[in-house]
């Protein structure tokens, strides 16, 4: 084979290995949340992305009036980039677009502890968590 | 002196009258965290009394949850309150005019901001979003340059 046959067939397998290697990171982190799902509720029957995108689209009084959803900064669609209430934009939520996202255990609890008290005024529970990151790893 | 020199000046004069200058924030803890919400205002654009009361508040910030852990935002404290304007700098510019007694939480509502940026009228606003959201006419608001562009 040729060099150049060899760089084309190279950058193929290495555009089809990256995003498995995307997945792997967020499977990491929903493992995590899995792991204490279980530990939380022997009963626990895994995460769903259907409720998740009901979590994502709900509404809540509970938290700060600005800000009564997800949707109230990351806008209607994960797909698209949101806005903070102070004009930054943000990346948008869905894995396929930002495959970042949900990589970092560490900075998925950050976020997950702030806006889940600016916007439900209490924690999210480990379930809300692991169907929340399963319906945005899917879209 | 000769009326085109005269004219050169002057316009160099005002131009510098217009530009207002201030350290961009140094510290990269403080740039990434304030950054991943807002803009990273300068630190002189406040009293150190002021970013006090901020960092000292981030669980209830403006009404979001802005906590970070306590190490985190000791280091931010201690870089924003010793760049402050009433300890790095002259005491002048923005903070000017900040009754000794007060502590404002808002850049947007020191009374230089306000004297100079007068009322922008409602469809204005509704282009700039927010008053935080100095970039919009100051494109070089992040590097501490505030000029009447």
């Known amino acids: 084979m040729s060099l150049k046959v060899w760089i084309v067939t190279g950058a193929f397998i290495g555009g089809l290995a990256m995003p498995v290697l995307a997945a792997a990171g967020q499977d990491a982190v929903l493992a995590l949340y899995k792991t204490q799902a279980i530990a939380d509720d022997s009963a626990f029957a895994g995460f769903s992305a259907d409720r998740g995108k009901a979590f994502y689209a709900s509404s809540s009084t509970g938290g700060s009036p600005d800000t009564p959803s997800c949707s109230s900064c990351h806008t209607a669609s994960p797909l698209k980039a949101g806005m903070t209430r102070a004009g930054k934009a943000i990346e948008p939520m869905a894995v396929s677009v930002s495959p970042a996202r949900f990589t970092d255990a560490a900075k998925t609890e950050k976020w997950f502890g702030r806006n889940c008290k600016t916007v439900l005024g209490r924690a999210c529970s480990v379930q809300e968590k692991g169907d929340f990151i399963t319906y945005l790893n899917g879209l | ?149």
């Open chain 2, 1 to 149: 002196m000769r009326p085109i020199f005269a004219a050169v000046l002057l316009m160099m004069t005002s131009q510098q009258a217009l530009a207002y200058r201030v350290p961009p924030v140094a510290d990269k803890v403080t740039q990434t965290e304030c950054g991943a919400c807002h803009m990273v205002y300068p630190a002189a654009l406040l009293p150190a009394r002021s970013w006090d009361a901020l960092t000292s508040g981030l669980a209830n910030h403006f009404g979001e949850d802005a906590a970070l852990e306590q190490t985190v935002v000791d280091g931010i404290k201690a870089y924003l309150m010793s760049n402050a304007g009433d300890v790095a700098g002259d005491g002048r510019g923005l903070i000017r005019g900040v009754p000794q007694d007060q502590t404002p939480l808002r850049i947007s509502e020191l009374p230089m901001f306000t004297r100079i940026h007068g009322n922008f009228s409602p469809k204005t606003m509704k282009k700039i979003g927010v008053a935080g959201n100095c970039s919009f006419c100051h494109k070089a608001a992040a590097k501490g340059m505030f000029d009447d562009d």
